[in-house]
């Protein structure tokens, strides 16, 4: 038999959803305080009232921003600029590592490709 154990949480700050599905459940990203301890990145799915919900994941801050990076350079392809030569254009690895870092929201992180080459250019990389 299992003993269910006691937790508490406190969603710090609630930063978006992620998908919400027919049930009206929802999948979001918020910043949750689990147990009294410091509040960590948490992606799970939460019922409407948020009295349940499913097993999740939880990231440090740390976790998070390289999560963030992976995603972008899996994703820079799609979301990068093309410049007026044709080279897609998307921050260097440094730039992309410096703006993460001081990042004050998902909306100021920018698109990073960690594989491209390096053109004429420090702050940027070329990907043709």
């Not at 949750?32 to 509040?39: L, Q, R």
């Not at 899996?74 to 600029?81: C, G, I, V």
């Not at 410096?98 to 004429?120: F, H, K, M, R, Y």
Request: with cysteine.
């Amino acid at each position: 038999m299992s003993e269910e154990k006691e937790f508490a949480f406190n969603i710090k700050e609630h930063i978006g959803v992620i998908n919400t599905y027919s049930s009206g459940w929802t999948k979001e990203l918020n910043l949750v305080e689990w147990n009294g301890n410091n509040a960590k990145f948490d992606i799970r799915d939460w019922e409407p009232s948020h009295e349940h919900m499913s097993r999740g994941i939880t990231l440090h801050e740390e976790e998070a921003k390289t999560l963030a990076r992976l995603f972008f350079r899996l994703f820079a392809k799609d979301k990068s600029t093309v410049q007026g030569d044709g080279k897609s254009q998307v921050p260097s690895q440094e730039a992309c590592k410096q703006a993460i870092n001081s990042a004050s929201g998902l909306n100021d992180v920018p698109v990073c490709d960690t594989d491209a080459t390096e053109n004429s250019d420090a702050n940027t990389e070329s990907i043709v």
